[in-house]
């Protein structure tokens, strides 16, 4: 059994810059694949970026690509979502996902799921 919590969101004016983390426990990171999807209300979840097995390779949507970059840390167990250049179409829940089977992205969710952490871009 994988857990997941996310922390770091918050409130931030366009332009700005947060750095979301996902704590996972249960299972030592380097042997899950993991990612951070978003949703917004009224709509549907969105895959915005993945990191492979051990954090060899990455995927971006479009829509993040240039702005925002995943990474992990193994040995805390740790991954990140460093975000740039936030606009208010940002502003989400950011949920943290993983597994260890298969890379989560926009054709296919991962097994385990964090809380979700509130991403709000405002001035």
């Known amino acids: 059994q994988v857990q997941l919590v996310e922390s770091g969101g918050g409130l931030v004016q366009p332009g700005g810059s947060l750095r979301l983390s996902c704590t996972c426990s249960?299972?030592?990171?380097?042997?899950?694949?993991a990612a951070w999807f978003r949703q917004a209300p009224g709509k549907e979840r969105e895959f915005v970026a993945s990191s492979s097995f051990s954090g060899a390779g990455t995927d971006y949507s479009d829509s993040v690509k240039d702005r925002f970059t995943i990474a992990r840390d193994n040995g805390k167990n740790t991954l990140y979502l460093q975000m740039t250049n936030l606009k208010p179409e940002d502003t989400s829940v950011y949920y943290c996902?993983?597994?260890?089977?298969?890379?989560?992205?926009?054709?296919?969710?991962?097994?385990?799921w964090g809380q979700g952490t509130q991403v709000t871009v405002s001035s």
């Open positions: 249960g299972r030592n990171l380097v042997t899950v694949a």
């Open positions: 996902n993983a597994d260890h089977s298969i890379i989560p992205s926009d054709a296919r969710i991962g097994l385990y």
